[in-house]
């Protein structure tokens, strides 16, 4: 039961362009939404994350958005840089339960 | 500031064999986490230590599994036997102390690599 879905298991971007992943969920009780980026033989580095009382939250070139009706939310990178090839995971929480549930990732490729 | 170290990077064993692992999470940081990344897959929970104490253990199979938190700053996993489908990365991550319910982001190390053959 995949409560968190990252459908896209890799991504291709052109540097300078818009990179967007997208993540859906299926949990209603979910009200915080986070990003964690990986690079290879390292752990899960946190990027952005989001409240469920916003739908919009702005960090640099970074920025995430939630759609609480559709259960859906993207990562936008903008631009892209080569620095962005990473995999980026998607993960979410509800009130007072602690436990992260993560999505499967996607893998950015940005390319030159 | 340091980060979260773990130890081996890497961990090669036969199944049915024995094997552990260690983690000194960031210094001042009461929560601790282990966490099981099968290849494909995000990270899944193992067990959740606030100090020394198990604050979740729900996804550990515990006849096989078994972790510690001594004094609250290093832990151990320890897996006994492993089996085929234990090849993972085992990730540890920390957090600062403000209570479980709170929305602060988690700290990893860079995991250890298991492959059981």
């Known amino acids: 039961d995949q409560q968190v879905k990252q459908n896209s298991p890799s991504l291709s971007v052109q540097e300078g362009r818009i990179s967007i992943l997208n993540c859906d969920y299926t949990?209603?009780?979910?009200?915080?939404f986070l990003w964690y980026k990986k690079y290879p033989a390292e752990g899960p580095t946190f990027l952005i994350s989001i409240s469920s009382i916003k739908d919009k939250n702005e960090d640099g070139r970074f920025t995430v958005f939630l759609n609480k009706s559709a259960k859906h939310l993207s990562l936008h990178i903008v631009p892209s840089q080569p620095g962005d090839s990473a995999v980026y995971f998607c993960a979410a929480k509800s009130g007072s339960n602690y436990q992260l549930i993560w999505g499967a990732g996607t893998k950015l490729i940005i390319k030159p | 500031e340091a980060g979260v170290a773990q130890s081996p990077r890497y961990k090669i064993i036969e199944k049915r064999q024995s094997v552990a692992f260690w983690c000194n999470p960031i210094s001042g940081h009461a929560t601790l986490y282990w966490y099981q990344q099968i290849l494909g897959q995000g990270p899944k929970l193992l067990i959740q230590?606030?100090?020394?104490?198990?604050?979740?253990d729900s996804q550990l199979p515990k006849d096989r599994f078994s972790a510690e938190r001594l004094k609250g700053v290093d832990s151990t996993l320890k897996i006994q036997p492993a089996k085929l489908e234990d090849s993972a990365v085992y990730l540890c991550?920390?957090?600062?102390?403000?209570?479980?319910?709170?929305?602060?982001?988690?700290?990893f190390g860079s995991g250890t690599q298991l492959s059981v053959l």
């Open positions: 949990n209603s009780m979910f009200d915080y």
């Open positions: 991550a920390s957090s600062p102390l403000r209570g479980i319910s709170t929305n602060e982001k988690l700290f």
């Open positions: 230590f606030q100090n020394n104490g198990v604050v979740d």
